[in-house]
């Protein structure tokens, strides 16, 4: 079946500028994470929903991201006054859970967004 | 708090040879451990998890890795490694006494096999 996919595959924005990232999980995956990745470090965990809710947001680094996922599936990233730290690839993942709600489940990554910040 | 060391920036071996990529975690609870690889310009590829029960992991591609919880690692390892397998590996911890879905990623070990 299809994978999580993540649009657009980069992203070239001058500083200042504001950018949304999206993110489409796998199909009947309830929980959603974001992860930024910088060249030559591990994914850096910003948010996860579980549903439409932020279940967890302590990763954002200040106001200027923001995340949503109104219906539940379709997630945006979105980035107000884009800065050049800001350069990375966005990387967004989707996981199952089970009837109880533990989180065991394996969370299965999209190709991430190269966003660059001019 | 949780973390995930990858102590070896990179990993050389030769084909043929067993590998070995090492991981130590700390949590506050029971560890969720996760094993990924990278490719260039792809996205992280799941290859093995340990959650609870038996400390050997069996996963894709002929990898497997040991929890060991006195020394609080998850090596990776494969008894005879392929040219194939060079790429990037990360190792990922998730506390279970939080329950939470935020996973910590090490910085990755280039692994590379010469033929």
């Known amino acids: 079946g299809a994978g999580v996919s993540q649009t657009p595959s980069n992203k070239v924005t001058e500083k200042g500028k504001y950018v949304e990232l999206r993110c489409d999980p796998i199909s009947g995956h309830t929980a959603l994470y974001w992860y930024r990745q910088s060249l030559g470090q591990g994914p850096e965990f910003l948010i996860y929903?579980?549903?439409?809710?932020?279940?967890?947001d302590s990763g954002l680094p200040n106001d200027r991201f923001f995340a949503v996922r109104p219906e539940g599936s379709v997630s945006t990233l979105k980035i107000q006054r884009t800065e050049r730290g800001d350069s990375a690839v966005y990387l967004c993942?989707?996981?199952?859970?089970?009837?109880?709600?533990?989180?065991?489940?394996?969370?299965?990554f999209g190709p991430g967004t190269r966003l660059t910040v001019l | 708090a949780q973390s995930v060391a990858q102590p070896e920036d990179q990993v050389n071996v030769a084909e043929g040879n067993p590998l070995t990529v090492k991981c130590t975690y700390s949590v506050s609870g029971n560890p969720y451990l996760f094993w990924y690889v990278q490719y260039p310009n792809r996205g992280l590829q799941f290859l093995l998890k340990?959650?609870?029960?038996?400390?050997l992991v069996k996963g894709s591609y002929g990898f497997e890795a040991e929890f060991n919880k006195s020394q609080t690692s998850f090596h990776l390892k494969k008894p005879s490694a392929l040219v194939s397998d060079s790429a990037l590996y990360f190792c990922?911890?998730?506390?279970?006494?939080?329950?939470?879905?935020?996973?910590?990623f090490g910085d990755g070990t280039t692994l590379t096999v010469k033929p």
């Open positions: 993942a989707s996981s199952s859970r089970d009837s109880g709600g533990f989180s065991t489940d394996t969370q299965y």
């Open positions: 990922a911890v998730r506390d279970m006494a939080t329950n939470a879905g935020k996973s910590t």
């Open positions: 340990y959650i609870t029960g038996d400390n």
């Open positions: 929903f579980q549903g439409t809710g932020a279940a967890d």
